[in-house]
């Protein structure tokens, strides 16, 4: 069951800002990111659904995160299809991400008062994400679909829309700027905070001090 409710994790989304995209099949090499980000500030956790058997890690990451984290929101992300959806949410995810939108995921998810945040590409599919009780959209590939510019655009006559661009975004003030100028509530990131070389290397301590760095970062960027 999801430790966290609906209302804490949209909550959370907003007030930190930002949501880190990760994957590892090694239990302690997600348990070391999970803990690295959590220290930096960042409570809501992406973990992806790539990998052989991700769902097991994701279970045995949740049961870690009750125990010792918690404070971390943590769900999953790369969600394709309702059987998906509620496998995570079983094993205790507390929002569903998805590149793309699926009613049926939808609908589970409303079912279990899940949070969804759907991959969307256009004004179009926003609006229809909305339709299905998506409080936050995902636009992905944020650069992709016009990037800053295309967030602008599309809360002009949506003003209403909560919007968080994944792909595209990196940790630094000429990155994040535009897309908070423009009026996201929330960005996904991957490698650009989880990079490669701290995963491999285990160097939690240059995570946390990274993720501090870009919730500090954020928070003067909504403040401005």
């Not at 090694?26 to 990111?33: Q, R, S, T, V």
């Not at 973990?47 to 045995?60: I, K, L, M, P, Q």
């Not at 943590?74 to 079983?90: C, F, N, Q, R």
């Amino acid at each position: 069951m999801p430790s966290h409710s609906k209302l804490d994790v949209l909550n959370a989304v907003h007030e930190t800002g930002i949501v880190p995209v990760f994957y590892n099949g090694d239990l302690e090499k997600a348990k070391g990111i999970a803990s690295a980000c959590v220290a930096g500030g960042i409570k809501v956790l992406e973990f992806t659904n790539r990998g052989d058997h991700a769902w097991e890690v994701f279970s045995a990451l949740h049961s870690f995160c009750q125990a010792e984290l918690p404070d971390a929101i943590l769900g999953a992300g790369s969600v394709l299809d309702a059987g998906t959806a509620s496998m995570y949410i079983s094993a205790g995810a507390s929002f569903i991400v998805g590149p793309v939108t699926n009613p049926d995921v939808a609908k589970v998810c409303n079912r279990r008062k899940v949070p969804y945040v759907p991959g969307c590409g256009t004004a179009s599919e926003i609006s229809a994400a909305e339709e299905l009780g998506a409080d936050i959209v995902k636009i992905f590939p944020g650069s992709a679909v016009g990037g800053p510019q295309f967030v602008k655009d599309v809360l002009a006559p949506m003003p209403w829309s909560s919007i968080m661009p994944t792909g595209g975004v990196d940790i630094t003030e000429e990155s994040l700027r535009p897309w908070f100028e423009a009026g996201v509530v929330s960005v996904g990131m991957g490698s650009k905070l989880v990079s490669s070389d701290v995963v491999a290397n285990s160097d939690w301590a240059t995570l946390e001090q990274r993720s501090r760095d870009v919730v500090a970062l954020i928070k003067s960027l909504k403040g401005a």
